[in-house]
Nanobody
Framework: QVQLVESGGGLVQPGGSLRPSCAAS????????MGWYRQAPGKQRELVAT???????NYAGSMKGRFTISRDNTKKTVYLQMNSLKAEDTAVYYC??????????WGQGTQVTVSS
């Protein structure tokens, strides 16, 4: 059974940086694509970025150039480096593991608040 635990969210001023992480347990982490999603109040959950098992990355347009997704397979952890944060980046950030057969696993989320 897969368990994903996010951490590293928090309160940051506009223009600042944060680096949430997502640690996985109970599965062969390195074989699966991982992703970060976010959900702001009153909005649908949206894709932020994905990283494949071989390290290929994909970003949503508004995050490209400011966010960087990475993974450390030895630690079973995926990271999201977020720079130049804006108020509109405020959301709960979730990590997702893409499992075989269209299945997926989600973490519980970590709150990111960008405010002065």
């Amino acid at each position: 059974q897969v368990q994903l635990v996010e951490s590293g969210g928090g309160l940051v001023q506009p223009g600042g940086s944060l680096r949430p992480s997502c640690a996985a347990s109970g599965s062969i982490f390195s074989a699966y694509t991982m992703g970060w999603y976010r959900q702001a109040p009153g909005k649908q959950r949206e894709l932020v970025a994905t990283i494949s098992s071989i390290g290929s990355t994909n970003y949503a347009g508004s995050m490209k150039g400011r966010f960087t997704i990475s993974r450390d397979n030895t630690k079973k952890t995926v990271y999201l480096q977020m720079n130049s944060l804006k108020a509109e980046d405020t959301a709960v950030y979730y990590c997702k593991m893409f499992l075989p057969g269209g299945a997926s696993a989600w973490g519980q989320g970590t709150q990111v608040t960008v405010s002065s």
